[in-house]
């Protein structure tokens, strides 16, 4: 007979007891490792790429303005108010109180520490002995000429020579200039003294207008063409001439044109150089140009020179 097998040998239970044992610790194992794939590949970038949003069907249409083209350009138009005229028996006392205080520049000039640099007489400019001066001026018989952009005063003391001959000993001609030149303009002018940075432009033209006898004439407006024209507009002066000589850019020549035209007294003439003269694609051409058409003027030529006569701005 057999011996009875109820009860499992010791061996065998811890037998089952390791197998069982593995088996969870595998299971486990198991169960971790698909838990951090899982996590890992959750957490990776796409490769999948989503198709680009379909164009936008918003379309941006251009207006076109049904204004007038003078309309266009009211942005760039100067503002400032003018005070109220200054009779022309007054304009040069005026220009002298307000720049001067009220003691004319020419008094005890020149200045001791410019004096030793200053030549007797430098008088240089371009298209400055034109016929266009006493054409213009036999026609106006002007009281007053601001000329806009003057250097060292040729064509200013033309002027003045000119308005003598022809009996107009009241005339006073306003010289609107900074008097530094440009950029590079001593590579020209090598003679002239620069000191301390300074070139004495102003001082050779006063000095001009001395050895030409020519003081109770002219007077200079030592400051940028735009703040000097603002602030004679403010101030009541009026012109019956007006001559733009300065830059010759487009920008420039339509800044000073467009300041220059509202100190015209009625039936002033507005005339200016360089209308011949290629600078920036012909800027100065182009400016005229432009404001005579939006404002229904006619231009015409006398040398080098531009005329616009009969200003009426819009």
């Known amino acids: 007979m057999k011996e009875d097998r109820r009860f499992p040998h010791r061996h065998e239970v811890l037998q089952f007891l390791k197998t069982k044992t593995a088996l969870l610790i595998f299971i486990l194992l198991l169960t971790y490792v698909f838990g951090y794939l899982t996590a890992y590949y959750n957490h990776q970038p796409s490769l999948h790429v989503p198709p680009p949003p379909p164009p936008s069907t918003t379309v941006f249409k251009t207006v076109k303005s049904t204004k007038p083209r003078s309309c266009l350009v009211d942005n760039f138009r100067v503002t400032t108010r003018c005070g109220d005229l200054v009779p022309p028996e007054s304009i040069r006392q005026t220009v002298i109180d307000k720049i001067f205080n009220g003691t004319s520049p020419y008094v005890d000039f020149p200045p001791p520490h410019a004096g030793k640099y200053l030549r007797s007489k430098r008088i240089k400019g371009w298209g400055s002995y034109g016929a266009v001066f006493e054409n213009l001026i036999r026609q106006v018989r002007p009281r007053t000429i601001v000329e806009v952009g003057s250097f060292l005063g040729a064509s200013a003391i033309h002027m003045a020579n000119l308005t003598r001959r022809l009996g107009l000993e009241e005339t006073q001609i306003l010289c609107v200039d900074d008097f530094r030149g440009w950029p590079g303009f001593r590579d020209r002018f090598k003679d002239m003294a620069l000191v301390n940075g300074d070139v004495l432009l102003l001082y050779q033209f006063m000095q001009n207008v001395v050895s030409s006898d020519l003081t109770g004439s002219i007077l200079p407006v030592p400051f940028s063409t735009g703040s000097a024209l603002e602030k004679l ?5 009026a012109a019956d001439l007006v001559e733009i000589d300065a830059g010759h850019d487009f920008n420039s020549a339509w800044a000073d044109i467009n300041r220059a035209v509202r100190l015209l007294r009625p039936g002033g003439i507005l005339f200016g150089h360089d209308y011949f003269t290629a600078a920036d694609n012909r800027g100065v ?12 003027l006619k231009v015409t030529t006398d040398g080098q020179h531009w005329v616009i006569h009969s200003v009426n701005v819009i």
């Not at 507009?233 to 002066?237: A, D, F, H, Q």
């Not at 051409?285 to 229904?296: H, K, Q, Y």
Request: charge should be positive; include cysteine.
């Open 233 to 237: 507009c403010e101030w009541g002066v």
């Open 285 to 296: 051409r182009r400016a005229v140009n432009l404001f005579a058409e939006i404002n229904r």
